[in-house]
């Protein structure tokens, strides 16, 4: 038996938020920018992201962008226009990129001591599959060095199913990989803002918060 209610739900997957910000991509009524912090860094944050990755409400990445003045935006996969990546490779800074190959170091204490330039830290966005195109398409990007995060994710309630790709949002590896390069507090204020947008996504989907995560 098949009730006509349940015939006009939205297939899993496909929900969209009506009339969203188009910063912070929730719903009006649950928007989260007045919350978003304005930090000047040393380090220079590049986010690589596809194109259909920037149209995703649960993206993470572009808070980070927003939040931080010392970072840039790439699009890749945009049709018949190319990204040019290698003009993120001012020769002023040291450069580190999120990528989980075999020889990505894992970031430490003791290695970010090691480093003697102000770091660029290069984030693909998106799923794996997306990050390892950037990884071979793009060969100004070969030489680079890799970092990994391994830490263990322990948060019950997730954006995405397959937020594990970093095993967490990419705006939560950014906050733990800014809090070996600049300190505990941008750190915190990074964090701070996921959890603001992990509790509005939820609070619009309907879903129940099992932990409250924010005083906001
Ligand atoms: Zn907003």
Redesign the pocket.
Known sequence: MYSSGAAKLKPKGKRKTQDP?E??F?HRSL???EFIPMLTLNTRVSLIIHAKELKRTTNTGTLAVKALTNSELFVRGKLNDPVDLSKMLNADYQHLMFYPSDDAIELTKTFVDTLRRPINLIVPDGNWRQASKVHYRHPEMQHIQRIKITSQNQAIQHLRAESTDYGMATLQAIAYALGFFEGAQVEEELLNLYNIKLERTLKGRGVPITNKFTEA
Do not use: E, S
Request: charged share 0%; glycine share 0%; aromatic share 0%.
């Open positions: 910000c910063v912070c929730l928007c989260i920018c």
